[in-house]
């Protein structure tokens, strides 16, 4: 197909063409144990039963005292969930499986050198050592309902154990995933205006031993400068009297963990009775604009939504071995390794590691060793151990019931070698889609009763109903092969309640675009757009193309293209800057950056090693630049506004449309041939996101 187009073509309607794979069924053997089997849940969660549907999941949990309104939608677009009720996240989790299941794996935790044991925390001492946290927060740190801390801690049992302990106290958790950097983390800290901050002192990555209590005096550094002061910093020790870091305590404000908890052995600490609505945590996330943005969790709707998801769509008994391989730093981490599986006494593994360490074997041999029967991961991680060990899953000896692939689109192929074999064609697939701000599943098959369909994340998940619009708000029908933005015509209890601190943001970012009428109190006029493009086939199952702002997804992983372009106008010598997503076989997308420099500047070498450093000083490794150009000059619209979009195209081979209206139309052919070499045009047709991408400057 030939796109024709300027360079200002709204891409949403422009036609996506794509195979329909074939229908794939889940085994007998997996229908005859599932959780859901039941057709007629169909109907209970239909929209005629909304809200009061989603009692179902809310009735999972173990209340202090019932609610008395399922939804309050008086205050659009703040949602209120089974107001009235109380109850609290830890005892959910923890306290109420001590009867029937105390001497159960809670977590079992698998260090990356594989000459350390595995160990196993049951109920019973997660309980224990929960409530002992729980004391040093309250009493030692004074901290209380509330209060916000921030977490920069690595894959171990000490990182759910320090989050159950907040949620113990009604304090509001912050995780920050442990490969940001220290700058990224202390920044986070200050917009939840944390007084303290929980650390660790290294852990075991790629088969290296990583410093991590040295990101924690940037942090504070970054937290001061940004108005912000930290007053105590909590570090856990990977290795109980041994220190992995080089980095001094600083006397009074650094303190080893195991220490202080010696002067709380065994102390008990009471479950604080929470609100439904009171927060449970913050997650930053990349968003369009700015800084990245606290998205804030609720306390019951969140619990409901991710105890029923990871029942039905998960599929998890308190008997499997379930093994999410996310990090608890991400969203999927905190839903479906800590809070989903554990409000329903379930077994999570954690592993500390990469993937592929020491070998591409190494997952599959933690899944023999450990009977794992449901297995969690990324697109990216099934591409990248497919080409280290397409035949290592053949050699071992374990069994899946059930896999679920998550955080980026996923092509047919590397779906096909998931199920052949990763799977042995036992195991059934959920492709389930979702984001930070929305708590759980949106889109998922139900494993035993709807079929898969490849490169489909598939119907809505039960209670959800979404719509497809196109840039003037008009529907985009299932069935016409059209792409749109995907919306949720309706609330449900795992949205996030706001933005930290902003208000404004929350209802300009995810609501402002669609919203029917702004003074409406009835939920049908407030649509939640996702910022992702989908294509809704005639059979009802959605699939999802990436993002449609100038969010990057990197491995699975959201990148804001204003944050590196931000860091990158921090180095001296640069002049503009724009960043761009291009295609990577394992990763899905990278950034790429153009840069122009100031005048004068000759050493462009140093400048390229002094841009890639900052952007890992200021954000982290996984933002790191597959290319860095240096071009004369950036392409410009008349007005003066760089087109990142020819860039993106121009990195991925693909048409960059009609550029003679242009400022600078020459500058195209220019960075063409030092991008692409002198060589003929060669043009191929890319994916939606890429065409997409800057539709919305
Ligand atoms: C993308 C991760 C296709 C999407 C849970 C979304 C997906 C962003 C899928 C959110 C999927 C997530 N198929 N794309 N199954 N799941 N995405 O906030 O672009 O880290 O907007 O949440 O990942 O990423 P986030």
Redesign the pocket.
Known sequence: MSIERSAETNEAQIAVHWKEEEYVRSSAKFIGQANLVDPAITERFSEKNFPECFREYADMLSWDRYWHTTLDTSNPPFWKWFVGGKLNVCSNCVDRHLAQYGNKAAFIFVPEPEYEPVYTITYQELFTRVNEVAAVLRTFCGLEKGDRVTIHMPMIPELPITMLACARLGIIHSVVFGGFSGEAAGLRASDSGSRVMIYSDGYYRNGKIIDHKSSADIALEAAAKAGTKIEKVLVWRRHQGQDLSKKPMVQGRDYFMDEVLLNFKRAKVDAVSMDAEDPLFLMY?SGTTGQPKGCQHRTGGYLAYVAGTSKYYQDIHPEDVYWCMADIG???GHSYIVYGPLALAGTSVLYEGVPNYPDAGRPWRIAEQLDVNIFHTSPTAIRMLRKAGPEEPKKYHYHFKHMT??????EPAAWRWYYDVVGKREAVIV????????GGFL??TKPALDPMKPGS?GPPALGIFPIIYDEEGKEVPAGSGRAGNICIRNPWPGIMQTVWGDSDRFVKQYYQKYCKNSKSTDWRDWPYF???GAVLAADGYYR????VDD?I?VA???LGTKEVESACLTVPEVAEAAVVPVIDEIRGRMPVVYISLKPGVEDVERVTEQIISTIETMIGKIARPKAVHTVPDLPKTRSGKIMRRVLAAISNAMDPGDVTTLANPDIVELIRRQVQGAGPVVLKEGPE?LKQFGANE
């Open positions: 996330t991400w969203i999927t692939t998550v955080g980026e689109p996923i492709d389930t889609w979702w984001q930070t701000e929305n889109c998922t994340a996702a910022a992702d999802i193309l990436g993002r969010v997804n699975g992983h959201r996101d």
